[in-house]
Nanobody
Framework: QVQLVESGGGLVQAGGSLRLSCAAS????????MSWFRQGPGKEREFVAA????????YYADSVEGRFTITRANPKNTVYIQMNSLKPEDTAVYYC??????????????WGQGTQVTVSS
């Protein structure tokens, strides 16, 4: 059974940076597009970023374009997201997931526990 474990969240001031990690076990990620989603307080879960299996393609939500960078280390079965110039509106629980459809950004139904990111103003 696949497990995705997110880590690296925390409390940071506006303008700061964080790097989140997503470690997978039970399945090799190499063949799969991966993604990051987030769910802010009182909001629905939303797409943040995606990366193709070979890292050739990435895609970002408009709200994070130019500030966030998604990468992956296939030998480590890990996906990362570097978040710079953080804003209070980036406060959310961040989740990684398999991306079932690149065009629609549909994620897998399974979700890990996520990691909390809190940006203070």
């Amino acid at each position: 059974q696949v497990q995705l474990v997110e880590s690296g969240g925390g409390l940071v001031q506006a303008g700061g940076s964080l790097r989140l990690s997503c470690a997978a076990s039970g399945r090799t990620l190499t063949s799969y597009a991966m993604s990051w989603f987030r769910q802010g307080p009182g909001k629905e879960r939303e797409f943040v970023a995606a990366i193709s299996g070979d890292s050739a393609f990435t895609y970002y939500a408009d709200s994070v374009e130019g500030r966030f960078t998604i990468t992956r280390a296939n030998p480590k079965n890990t996906v990362y997201i570097q978040m710079n110039s953080l804003k209070p509106e980036d406060t959310a629980v961040y989740y990684c997931n398999f991306l079932l459809n690149w065009k629609t950004k549909k994620p897998n139904d399974y979700w890990g526990q996520g990691t909390q990111v809190t940006v203070s103003s």
